[in-house]
């Protein structure tokens, strides 16, 4: 049996070399509406498409560095190694993690789609980093709107205090372990080590 084709999206082909999706090389999907197939992804040609992608385009180059903001990050006032990772990720995906607000500490049950009382600050936090990533949504008007969801969803969030007395909030960013100084200025990671676990 020869490598059939996928007619479930007819409409959608290889970004890099025009070519709808088969059973063996299905369409991996890359950046808005665009998608590469999986042996380009995979590709000298797939790394090149992606470099000149980032050249061309500021939303796009703002959106695969936020990807790699996961990782090792060292602390920049003391630097004490801790590892980034990015919000309602993998096996996360659904709960918003949110960070305490004057140490390192991690609620890893913050915000959820699945509480009727969360649902829309879920849906809101993610369409949020959504426009984010993408350029729809600057630096201002990202701290302002995460500031009045912090206001309005931060009550539901349980535990709310954290034991270093500080609470946790959807406008907290990443700290660092040892001395609590921010570990990166963004809303969309938070710092993780054996330590960090709360819920």
Known sequence: MGDEMDDTQPERRC???????TKKNPLLHEWADEYLCFNDFTSESGKQWRDNKRREDPAYDRYKRLLSLGGPRQCPVCGFGMRLRLKAGGMGAGIWEVSCTTCYRV????????RMEQELGYNAVSALETAYETGQVGDEELEEAIGRLAKVYDATIRP???ECDGHFSLAAKPRCARCASVLLDTYFC???SPETNVV
């Open 160 to 162: 709310t205090q954290c």
């Open 107 to 114: 609620n890893y049950d913050g915000i959820s789609a699945y």
């Open 15 to 21: 970004a890099i070399c025009d070519t709808r999706a």
């Open 190 to 192: 938070y710092a993780w």
